[in-house]
């Protein structure tokens, strides 16, 4: 027994090992490249492409930008800017009462002329920012500025050439102990000053930036699909405005051509951000995103843009609570990851065929990206990339390792049908004819013709046996030949089949038999849908073989009895006599195999003495699909 159980441990183990370990592995090699950094890009552009891909948003009608293009420079014939000009645009849009205006044009060193002008303009528009470069060249901000009117354009991008981080807040190189701000969030806090909400520190995270209840997530090192990532200062990931015109831009010559209607501009400009720009291809100021759709030129936006996107999101995430991209914990994102890994695996086991577990597959990989979708909208990067690899390629993988299981599973059942089936036909025919002459034998009643008739039976039987086996290998599933030469048509209903093998059976030649007088038989019907072919085949061979046991060992008998019955979603078909019982409980090849037929049909099997005189061999299995639920579930509980 405890050799069967291990026998069935080392059969599980080894279905185990190849259908689920391949799956393992791929899920284990996901998330080391994920670790090693290796499936970055590949993250980078699925965090692209879902944003991309979100439905257009309206102009942010807080962010006005004035851009300075090639026409505005033919316009003024000169290039960089004179400062007279860039001090005639603030003093014209300071008239219009703009919250705050942000200049994003460097101005460390004088362009005559205007030079002073541009000073005078510096000192007395107290809302305006003026910009400088810390990292890694440092560009000196226009002089005689406080620190409050100042903030830093540096712009990092990643491997890839593509912008997917702010930079808020940072050290200065030359001094640890001051600390600069970033152009867009200088704009964002004077904006939200106004409406009394103040730049504090965080409070789930004291080094990030918090605007009244609004905590701006932090950057870190492995923030989403990034691995080992410089996260110096303060950084934010970006959740670009998506849309046809993300903000209202004006040039030189719009706000020229348009100064004869106060009203209008007033309603352009007044209590809004406004950043000043250059917007001309000449001058290459780029920024490069593949995350914001219908660019033009595609995949780049202005610098100037790229600060109005920033302090958009601050000022929608604070005020109309706009989303901001936050991530998972690692622990959660490699628990993600493993889950979808795990469901590939699972799939790969539930399904019966390479066609459902790609449509599975599909489904479950639909159903993913519908998922990381649904988050991004809501603000959250989470790692669909690395969760759709695993599940992808186990389902692939799954395909080729359920084929070929189910090949050498279908070579070994073809293998075990036949050896089983090979014997049985044996066992129940020409075995059982030599058993009777070696009993004739050793108890000398037995005359020299009789014998030679009975050897040449045995010769005869066996012989037919081989052609009916290369016949079988033909057509398996068709027929099955009883011990004394009947061939069954399986097609039949398994009613029809147990009255052929009980009424040929009986009238094969066992000693037994010779003195039966009362032979009563009944089989219920059932219903086809619940018997294969090969289930048909067990059945007929049980019969059989409890018969013939009737007929070698129950001496004396004179009442046989066959009864197939149905109680509550069960079958039993038991064989009774009022022979002499049984006489020893040693489990000879016969009873093996009705045990064997048993645990094919998820069924018991009992051979028991009935009180006072005879033996009753009964067979019991579920022809109902929650009887053999029950039925599976009980023999699970007896192998633990």
């Not at 990339?385 to 389902?395: D, R």
């Not at 070579?411 to 036909?425: L, M, W, Y």
């Not at 039949?492 to 093998?501: A, R, S, V």
């Not at 009980?502 to 037994?512: G, V």
Request: hydrophobic residues 40%; glycine residues 8%; aromatic residues 10%.
């Amino acid at each position: 027994m405890l050799l069967g159980i291990w026998n069935k441990f080392k059969q599980g183990i080894t279905i185990w090992s190849i259908t689920t370990l391949p799956g393992i592995i791929v899920l284990a090699l996901i998330i080391f490249l994920r670790l090693n950094g290796s499936l970055q890009f590949i993250e980078w552009l699925t965090l692209d492409s879902f944003l991309r891909l979100r439905r257009f948003e309206p102009i942010d009608e807080r962010v006005v930008i004035v851009g300075i293009n090639d026409e505005d420079i033919r316009g003024i014939r000169n290039y960089p800017i004179p400062d007279h000009e860039i001090a005639k645009l603030l003093r014209t849009l300071q008239k219009y009462q703009p919250r705050v205006i942000g200049l994003d044009i460097v101005r460390d060193i004088p362009v005559e002329p205007g030079h002073a002008e541009l000073v005078a303009a510096f000192k007395d528009i107290k809302n305006l920012i003026a910009v400088e470069k810390v990292l890694p060249q440092v560009i000196k901000p226009p002089p005689n500025l406080p620190s409050e009117q100042i903030g830093f354009v540096d712009i990092f991008s990643d491997n890839d050439g593509k912008v997917r981080r702010a930079i808020l807040g940072t050290k200065r190189p030359e001094d640890e102990k001051k600390y600069a701000f970033s152009l867009p969030l200088r704009l964002a806090e004077t904006y939200l000053k106004v409406e009394g909400i103040e730049l504090n520190k965080g409070i789930r995270d004291h080094d990030a930036m918090r605007f009244g209840s609004t905590e701006l997530p932090r950057f870190f090192p492995n923030s989403g699909g990034y691995v080992r990532t410089d996260d110096f200062g303060v950084q934010l990931l970006l959740n670009y405005r998506n849309g046809r015109e993300r903000f209202r831009t004006l040039s030189l010559k719009d706000i020229n051509d348009i100064e004869t209607n106060p009203n209008l501009l007033r309603d352009v400009f007044a209590g809004r951000i406004v950043l000043i720009g250059v917007t001309t291809p000449s001058i290459k100021d780029f920024i490069n995103t593949d995350a914001i759709a219908n660019l033009q030129p595609p995949g780049k936006i202005y610098g100037v843009e790229f600060h109005a996107h920033v302090v958009s999101e601050i000022v929608s995430a604070v005020l109309d609570g706009r989303p901001v991209l936050k991530t998972w914990s690692q622990g959660w994102e490699y628990l993600w990851i493993v889950g979808w890994g795990v469901l590939a695996i699972y799939l790969g086991r539930l399904t019966q065929s390479p066609l459902k577990n790609f449509v599975y597959v599909a489904v479950a990989s639909l159903s993913l990206v519908g998922i990381s979708y649904t988050f991004i909208v809501r603000g959250w990067w989470i790692p669909v990339a690395p969760a759709l690899l695993v599940l992808v390629i186990n389902g692939a993988i799954f395909s080729t390792f359920y084929q070929y299981d189910r090949s050498l599973r279908s070579q070994i059942e073809i293998r075990q049908h036949t050896i089983e089936r090979t014997f049985v036909v044996i066992h129940n025919g020409p075995l059982q004819t030599l058993a009777k002459i070696l009993r004739h034998v050793q108890d000398q009643d037995l005359e020299q013709d009789q014998l030679l008739e009975d050897l040449k039976n045995l010769n005869y039987e066996i012989r037919e046996i081989g052609e009916y086996l290369k016949l079988e290998a033909l057509d398996r599933e068709e027929s099955l030949r009883l011990g004394n030469g009947l061939i069954l048509d399986l097609k039949l209903p398994i009613h029809n089949l147990l009255y052929e093998i009980y009424s040929h059976t009986l009238q094969r030649n066992f000693p037994c038999f010779q003195t039966l007088k009362v032979k009563a038989y009944s089989f219920a019907p059932i219903d086809e849908q619940y018997l294969s072919i090969e289930q048909k085949q067990e059945l007929c061979q049980f019969l059989e073989e409890a018969l013939c046991n009737v007929g070698k060992h129950a001496k004396g008998v004179i009442r046989l009895s066959a009864i197939g019955k149905q109680n509550e979603g069960w079958y039993t078909l038991s064989i009774k006599d009022n022979g002499t019982g049984i006489n020893s409980y040693y489990e000879g090849q016969g009873t093996k195999q009705c045990l064997n037929i048993a645990r094919k049909l998820r069924g018991k099997f009992q051979r028991n003495s009935v009180k006072g005189k005879g033996t009753l061999c009964e067979l019991t299995w579920p022809i109902t699909r929650k009887s053999w639920i029950f039925a599976r579930i009980k023999r699970n509980i007896n192998f633990m």
